[in-house]
């Protein structure tokens, strides 16, 4: 059999996205986003975006097909994200995808979408390294994991024990007057400024790492950047937005990076890989490289594009599975919005 051709389709929070890859060879990557619906919000209100990905399907999956130059017919399996992510929202791929595989007579996986951010960085480096580290920096996770095998598990070795790492991006950017997601606005913003607050860094001390030492904590570093600003402005004093955006990023990028290497080599793992939303964050794709670098450790991050939320991630683990002969879930798989990152396929 050729490489198998999968449609994957992913709508865990905002974005609709539906990608079509050939084995590692991506053919099409269509998003629609319905953030600047949730702007005013300042954050993603989950009625909304469920009935955006409704709005948004059909029209997206015809873009894919388009671009990939291929019909629905000739597609092998359907790779939908079953989890985590918004219920609803979740509801509306699954629901997609359980129609055009039974409409297809074709069989379905329904996937992690944690483990699809680490699949992804296969459509433009290749295989992954066996083992690999998985630092996994969303809107809604940061994580450690060792990587074995994409397809059959991956082993957390620690996570946040409150805010996620994109979480607090979005935060201190609401904060500082950003608009939301505030993730491309901060690093933006950083680059015009310079680190000059010496910001706290999570669970780095010697009693926390003893308890802690994969694990990651954000919300004390957001409530330090929120004392800071209001101190600043109770003196009347001019607030530079840009340094201060340059310091909080530092200080996320520093704790990050840190503890990706220090349990790589912990695990005697030379290869890092940092997926989700966050690893678009330009301050921390040099910084690991250079850090990493240093210590012998290669890492390998996915185009920006490819680290926040998207179709073509789904599909890729999709075709990973259907290429190992895994099997496909059954038709009624739910969609399980606490789905845990050791479960690959529902
Ligand atoms: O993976 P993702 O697209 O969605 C989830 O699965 O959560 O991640 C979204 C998160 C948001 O919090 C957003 O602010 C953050 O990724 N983000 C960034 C950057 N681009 C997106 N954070 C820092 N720097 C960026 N350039
Ligand atoms: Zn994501």
């Known amino acids: ?170 935060k201190v950017a609401r904060l500082l007057g950003l608009p939301f997601p505030g993730g491309p606005h901060i690093d933006r913003m950083a680059r015009e400024g310079q680190v000059t607050i010496d910001f706290p860094r999570g669970l780095t001390s010697r009693r926390d790492l003893e308890r802690h030492r994969f694990d990651f904590s954000f919300s004390g570093l957001k409530t330090a950047v929120a004392r800071w600003v209001e101190a600043r402005q109770r003196d009347g004093a001019t607030i530079d937005v840009a340094d201060v955006a340059a310091s909080f990023q530092e200080a996320v990028c520093d704790v990050l990076v840190r503890k990706a290497i220090d349990a790589a080599t912990d695990q005697g793992i030379e290869d890092i890989l940092i997926g989700g939303g966050v690893a678009a964050n330009s301050r921390l794709r040099v910084m690991a490289t250079e850090r990493a670098e240093a210590r012998g450790i290669r890492v390998r991050v996915p185009r920006p594009g490819l680290c926040t939320d998207n179709g073509a991630m789904v599909a890729a683990l999709g075709s990973e599975l259907v290429a190992r002969g895994r099997t496909p879930s059954a038709l009624d798989l739910p969609a399980d919005s606490s789905q845990p990152v050791t479960q690959v396929v529902a």
């Open 1 to 170: 059999m050729s490489e198998p051709l999968v449609l994957g389709i992913e709508t865990s929070c905002d974005e609709t996205g539906v990608g079509i890859v050939r084995g590692h060879t991506m053919l099409a990557d269509a998003v629609a986003s319905s953030v600047e619906e949730h702007s005013r919000f300042g954050g993603v209100v989950p009625e909304v975006a469920s009935r955006a990905h409704l709005e948004a399907m059909v029209p997206t999956i015809e873009r894919a097909c388009e671009t990939a130059g291929v019909r629905l017919y000739d597609v092998d399996a359907i790779a939908v994200t079953s989890g985590p992510g918004l219920a609803g929202a979740l509801l509306v791929g699954v629901a997609a995808a359980k129609a055009l595989a039974l409409g297809l007579g074709k069989p379905i996986y329904g996937i992690n979408h944690l483990a699809a951010h680490v699949a992804v960085d296969q459509l433009e480096h290749g295989p992954l390294p066996a083992p690999c580290m998985a630092l996994l920096v969303s809107g809604g996770h940061s994580s450690l994991l060792r990587v074995e095998d994409v397809t059959t598990g991956v082993t957390p070795l620690g996570a946040t024990i409150d805010d996620a790492a994109g979480e607090a991006f979005d």
